[in-house]
């Protein structure tokens, strides 16, 4: 099977996601009582919320920081909350990223970005890591959020690719690898995190990082 583009998340696939929130919760709300997984667990649930009802991310990401603060008993100030969520392109990169995106242009893939976030936090992304890309499609521009199919119908309106051209790279199970299921395109879960795969979704190719998908491409 021959596909003449790759689509990508980013945060969790391209970027560590996990990684990078956790450094900027702990400079956002100094010493707590709950730390690590359980409050990384806490920020995605209060996110999740935030997500029912599309706004720019920068405020999605302020306000779920600011309502986990209340929660956990912080005084969280606006500011401090606009700082966390411009900290969006400081978020570290997997090893494997730069070297894997390069070496898809040079077989010959197009290669898009299908992000979760806002325009110019995505672009400076991209630029803080040198990033080969061909396009992106953002919640800002589609005014909504993964799962919603979206960023995958404005991709093919972009392109006129049709779907069995498309295989989707990512890490999220419940963003991206079942809405492109029942989209009909072709997925590559990118374990990323060492998570159990839920009954139900079936992606073409499950892999432990990018350097180990490029191996199963060829």
């Known amino acids: 099977m021959k596909f003449r583009y790759l689509t990508f998340d980013c945060y969790g696939t391209l970027i560590d996601w996990k990684e990078g929130i956790q450094k900027e919760l702990a400079t956002a709300l100094g010493p707590m009582n709950v730390s690590g997984k359980e409050l990384l667990d806490a920020y995605v649930s209060a996110e999740k919320e935030e997500e029912k009802t599309y706004k720019k991310y920068r405020a999605v990401l302020a306000d779920s920081v600011l309502a986990l603060s209340g929660r956990l008993g912080a005084n969280l100030s606006d500011r ?5 969520a411009a900290s969006v392109p400081r978020w570290p990169a997997f090893p494997d990223t730069g070297k894997f995106l390069r070496d898809m242009g040079e077989r010959g893939y ?6 979760n976030v806002d325009d110019d936090l995505l672009e400076g992304t991209i630029r803080h890591n040198g990033f ?6 953002t919640a800002e521009e589609v005014g909504s ?5 979206g960023h995958w119908l404005r991709f093919m309106e972009k ?3 049709s779907k069995e051209e498309v295989l989707h790279v990512a890490q999220s199970v419940f963003h991206d690898i079942i809405p492109t299921q029942t989209l009909g395109i072709s997925s590559a879960w990118v374990n990323r995190y060492q998570e159990p795969m839920p009954t139900g979704p079936n992606p073409l190719f499950v892999s432990d990082s990018l350097a180990h998908l490029a191996a199963l491409l060829d």
């Open 80 to 84: 401090a909350a606009e700082e966390f």
């Open 110 to 115: 197009g290669r898009f970005i299908l992000s």
């Open 132 to 137: 080969e890309v061909d396009g992106v499609v």
């Open 145 to 149: 959020y993964k799962p919603d199919p």
């Open 159 to 161: 392109t006129g690719a």
